[in-house]
Nanobody, 116 residues
Framework: QVQLVESGGGLVQAGGSLRLSCAVS???????MGWFRQSPGKEREFVAA???????RYADSVKGRITISRDSAKNTVYLQMNSLKPEDTAVYYC???????????WGQGTQVTVSS
């Protein structure tokens, strides 16, 4: 079983930046790792993912503003978020993903709030 612990969330003004981190322990080998987010009243949605080979995938709404990366030596996955918008406000969840980019393990989430 994989354990995921997110950190780095907070309050930022529109146009600002944040970097989220996800520490991975337990079953550290997965097909890939991803980030998802959920806003109040909305379903959880895919944000970005990175496979064990390093290939990446992004939601259209974040392309060009958000970058996913990993440090295999530290068993950590990052989400660098730039040019943040109020609509990026959500709880961001780290997840282990399978070859279909579907999540099969979740972290507890970290709140990101972007003020206008």
């Amino acid at each position: 079983q994989v354990q995921l612990v997110e950190s780095g969330g907070g309050l930022v003004q529109a146009g600002g930046s944040l970097r989220l981190s996800c520490a991975v322990s337990g079953r550290t080998f997965t097909y890939g790792m991803g980030w998802f987010r959920q806003s109040p009243g909305k379903e959880r949605e895919f944000v970005a993912a990175i496979s064990w080979r390093g290939s990446t995938r992004y939601a259209d709404s974040v392309k060009g503003r958000i970058t996913i990366s990993r440090d295999s030596a530290k068993n950590t996955v990052y989400l660098q978020m730039n040019s943040l918008k109020p609509e990026d406000t959500a709880v961001y969840y780290c997840a282990a993903v399978d070859y279909k980019w579907a999540a099969d393990s979740w972290g507890q989430g970290t709140q990101v709030t972007v003020s206008s």
